[in-house]
């Protein structure tokens, strides 16, 4: 694909170390691309570091490089197979870099892409780094955390309230850099009640005027729930003061870990913007 500099969506960005004097292992990368036919990309990675002290940092930065990388080679034409691929090419160098370096052993990462082709939103994520739709006034969280607690709430073990402080709260089922590839959760949860495969059919998911995506690392969700994120959002003129004030009102709570935000706005005039390709008709699509 073609890298081009300016995104066919409106994009805004922001991230903190947090308050607890800790280094920064959040990293994010908006990219946008045109395919051979002339169809607008836009490509957001957030992947948020584990392993200690620079280890964490040096996973976050491989991820969002590498899937950059990987998906600036490709054609543009099955997004989820060429995020899939770019995770696993991540996870891997992850993992030879962490094996090669004993500073850096035991080192990995989150992984949440959101691929925009046109007005057609795809995802993709590893961990608990995630996704979400503003859509109409309401807010939906459209993947499901890979962890101890998101699994024993499907079992029934603790209830979502139990969740937040659980001492087994920040344990990762998934994450990159381990021995074994990971399974790249390609679920777009639109209501929270379809089964996997409805909400894997839900990819290609038609953007509409208005609606506002937010792809973020667990420092904010850790402490500022989800209806609060969207009045946050909701009620701010512009994307930018509302991605900084969503990581001010989690170092507001403490910022005990690290906070990185990315907004996307569908500008309520998409559908009319004058592009040199047809922007409905000829979407990619899985």
Same mark, same amino acid.
């Given at each position: 694909?073609?890298? @081009?500099?300016?995104?066919?969506?409106r994009v805004a960005t922001f991230t903190h170390p947090g308050m607890s004097g800790r280094i920064n292992e959040d990293r994010l990368a908006v990219a946008a691309f045109e395919t051979a036919l002339g169809h607008p990309i836009l490509l957001v990675v957030v992947s948020d570091g584990i392993g200690g002290h620079r280890a964490g940092e040096v996973a976050a930065e491989l991820t969002v490089e %590498?899937?950059?990388?990987?998906?600036?080679?490709?054609?543009?034409?099955?997004?989820?197979?060429?995020?899939?691929?770019?995770?696993?090419?991540?996870?891997?160098?992850?993992?030879?870099?962490?094996?090669?370096?004993?500073?850096?052993?035991?080192?990995?990462?989150?992984?949440?892409c959101a691929w925009i082709a046109g007005d057609r939103l795809y995802t993709a994520h590893v961990g608990d780094s995630r996704i979400y739709l503003l859509r109409q006034g309401k807010i939906h969280m459209t993947t499901v955390?890979?962890?101890?607690?998101?699994?024993?709430?499907?079992?029934?073990?603790?209830?979502?309230?139990?969740?937040h402080d659980h001492p087994n709260a920040h344990v990762l089922r998934r994450h990159l850099g381990s021995v074994e590839l990971p399974e790249v959760d390609t679920r777009l949860?639109?209501?929270?009640?379809?089964?996997?495969?409805?909400? %894997?059919?839900?990819?290609?998911?038609?953007?509409?005027?208005?609606?506002?995506?937010?792809?973020?690392?667990?420092?904010?969700?850790?402490?500022?729930?989800?209806?609060?994120?969207? %009045?946050?959002? @909701?009620? %701010?003129?512009?994307?930018?003061?509302?991605?900084?004030?969503?990581?001010?009102?989690?170092?507001?709570?403490?910022g005990r870990d690290n906070t990185s935000v990315v907004l996307i706005g569908v500008p309520h005039a998409v559908h009319n913007q004058k592009v040199k390709r047809p922007f409905l008709r000829r979407l990619l699509r899985v």
């Open positions: 694909m073609i890298r @081009t500099q300016r995104p066919h969506l %590498r899937v950059v990388e990987e998906v600036s080679k490709s054609d543009g034409q099955e997004p989820l197979r060429i995020m899939e691929a770019a995770i696993h090419s991540a996870s891997q160098a992850i993992a030879s870099r962490s094996a090669s370096r004993p500073d850096q052993t035991g080192m990995g990462s989150t992984c949440a955390d890979h962890t101890w607690v998101q699994e024993a709430i499907e079992k029934g073990l603790i209830t979502r309230g139990q969740a949860h639109l209501n929270g009640e379809e089964n996997d495969e409805q909400a %894997r059919q839900n990819q290609g998911l038609q953007l509409l005027p208005g609606d506002m995506l937010l792809v973020c690392t667990d420092g904010l969700t850790d402490v500022v729930w989800d209806d609060e994120i969207r %009045r946050l959002i @909701t009620t %701010r003129n512009a994307l930018k003061s509302a991605a900084e004030d969503l990581v001010g009102r989690a170092n507001e709570r403490g």
